[in-house]
């Protein structure tokens, strides 16, 4: 029977036919867990009988979300998990690397094929190697920690063909916003998201990333692109690994087909308060800011501070604006410092965070006042998301959180530069 | 038992916000449940009262602080017409029953509501709505207790024998 990439996934590692529907006990290839929900996951892993942990060197550890430790209960979660990490054998990669999803994949810990869970979320995002990953709570984790599987039921898959080219400024980001504005915050729920098409084909790493990310925002239980050149070379370069075939077969079932040309597309912005509300980024233009924050899993890599650099020019961040920028993880903060952009970025007014989750879940600093609006490169929206329920917050792109920066109210990259 | 009716899209960031994550007790999740978006709530939520709830409830982060939080509320049952996929797991391993009943009128917090998971149905100001069966492997999860108690009875697990659902 034809199948997706996803029902090839579960297929392989189960090394038996599976299909969209079936319910299985599955291993895992990788499981991460960080500073906000491993401590919990640790004491269900307790709380069953755990001991050992089922496979410490699958076992992805690091602390990003409130780093460096920003109150004592953070610091002591922080000192439960360096403990059980030394006795476990488990490899900690602390504060020092950055965000959970982009050190997961620069360090090579997720791969075409594998299954990997994360007690988070956007853990989605590493379908951009052609892995199924997805997120899940504490309690599953703590199952995961001591049994090395889960239950899984293999999602029915929507396939999400994307043809053209973009228009200059215009990228990832704007077409993943514009994909949620299009079929809605649970437009995807249980199921996964599968992007094809030249215009995914010819997408970067980063931008792959930018998508698989945000498939949670649809309620998608998983985003995937089925791994070619591209995704090979990434993964090649990172650990040792031998390209095989993993792609959808023709006539593979779907329980939805899109397809949208993304040559016309303009910046989208996601606003005030769901992130399936998007506009073109005309209808905002000209909202004053109070914050402009670039960063995040979705867009905190050296791709996007190009961007950032690219509509910067030599120009100053409007002085009515705090411009915060956190690179997602210190492989990113190196590329872009080497690349002389970090120097234009603090010459222009802005403020450089080490790497971390920063604003972006509201848990660190960062945070809004009430009445405050802010323009964000994350991915949530959600009232409250980055401090007062009574503030406001807008996602864009990268290059569109330049121009706001430097304008101080919403406004359409392509008219700077 | 106080009815609590809410929308569609409620995150989990709005059920507890991210800054009080460093907590982990329920009864102290509890005091932060809704803060800023439903004040009323943390203060008047009782035991036994019960959520009714729009579309895609629980959407957003795989924070098990939300459903904790309303479990130290004294919540255990959450109606809606769906939920966010790692909220409904979520709520299953903190002993919530999370109840799918798609078609739910207009239900206000005045409304006489009786949930019946065993026959299938959720009684709602005379009216009768059909509710999704809790899919058979989490049935087991749900019998035993919640995962962990699920989780103390096994040894070790059997990976890859399916099952169609
Ligand atoms: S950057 Fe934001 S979305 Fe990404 S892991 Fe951190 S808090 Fe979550």
């Known amino acids: ?93 602390d504060l020092r690397e950055g965000v959970c999803h982009q050190v997961v994949l620069e360090k090579g810990r997720a791969a075409p094929g594998e299954i990997i869970v994360g007690s988070d979320s956007h853990t989605c995002m590493y379908g951009a190697v052609g892995a199924f990953a997805t997120g899940i709570g504490s309690t599953d984790m703590g199952f995961v920690l001591r049994y090395g599987a889960l239950y899984f039921r293999v999602p029915e898959s929507i396939r999400v063909d994307v043809s053209g080219t973009f228009p200059e400024w215009v990228g990832a980001k704007d077409f993943i916003l514009s994909l949620a504005g299009d079929i809605g915050a649970d437009g995807a729920t249980y199921q996964a998201l599968e992007f094809t098409g030249e215009a995914i084909r010819r997408m970067d790493m980063a931008g792959r990333m930018t998508c698989c990310n945000m498939a949670i925002e649809m309620g998608g239980k998983a985003g995937i692109v089925p791994p070619d050149k591209t995704t090979w070379a990434y993964v090649g370069e990172r650990r040792d690994s031998v390209p095989f075939d993993l792609a959808s077969d023709e006539g593979a079932s779907y329980a939805a087909w899109k397809s949208y040309d993304v040559s016309d597309l303009e910046p989208q912005v996601a606003v005030p308060h769901n992130v399936d509300h998007v506009v073109a980024v005309g209808e905002v233009a000209g909202t004053p800011v109070d914050q402009v924050f670039i960063g995040s899993c979705t867009n905190g890599r050296f791709e996007d501070f190009r961007d950032v650099a690219g509509i910067l020019g030599n120009r100053r961040f409007s002085d009515d604006v705090r411009v915060i920028i956190i690179p997602a993880s210190r492989e ?86 | 038992m106080r009815i609590w009716v809410f929308g569609d899209d409620i995150d989990t960031d709005a059920i507890i916000p991210g800054r009080y994550l460093t907590i982990y007790d329920p009864k102290e999740l509890a005091m932060h449940a809704f803060e800023g978006t439903r004040d009323a709530f943390r203060t008047d939520v009782r035991e036994g009262d019960i959520i009714v709830a729009g579309r895609n409830f629980g959407c957003g982060s795989s924070r098990e602080h939300a459903p904790l939080a309303l479990r130290g509320a004294g919540v255990r049952l959450i109606v809606a017409r769906s939920f966010a996929r790692i909220f409904y797991r979520n709520a299953i391993n903190t002993g919530i029953l999370p109840v799918v009943c798609p078609d739910i009128g207009d239900i206000g917090e005045k409304s006489r509501i009786a949930v019946h998971p065993e026959a299938g149905y959720v009684e709602a ?31 070790e697990v059997e990976t890859c024998t399916g099952s169609r659902q």
């Open chain 1, 1 to 93: 029977m034809a199948k997706t990439i996803v029902e090839k996934i579960f297929s392989r590692i189960c090394e038996r036919d599976m299909s969209a529907g079936d319910v299985m006990m599955a291993p895992v290839d990788g499981a991460m867990i960080h500073d906000i929900t491993g401590p919990l996951a640790i004491h269900k892993f307790h709380e069953m009988g755990g001991e050992r942990v089922f496979d410490p060197s699958k076992v992805i550890m690091l602390f990003d979300h409130q780093v460096p430790a920003d109150s004592i209960s953070a610091a002591e979660l922080q000192q439960f998990m360096r403990s059980f990490a030394s006795e476990q054998g488990i490899f900690n990669y």
């Open chain 1, 332 to 417: 990113e903060y190196l590329k872009t410092l080497r690349a002389g952009y970090i120097e234009r970025f603090v010459e222009a007014g802005a403020l450089v965070e080490a790497p971390c989750c920063g604003p972006c879940m509201g848990g660190a600093f960062g945070l809004l006042a009430p009445g405050e609006v802010s323009l964000s490169t994350s991915n949530r929206n959600f009232r409250g998301r980055q401090g007062s329920a009574e503030a406001e917050v807008y996602l864009a792109s990268a290059a569109t959180a330049a121009a706001t920066a430097i304008a101080g109210e919403i406004t359409d990259p392509r008219e700077v530069v």
């Open chain 2, 125 to 155: 100001d005379g009216v009768q709505y059909r509710i999704e069966p809790v899919p058979a492997f989490l049935r087991k999860i749900v019998d035993a207790g919640g995962l962990v108690p699920y989780a103390r009875e096994i040894e």
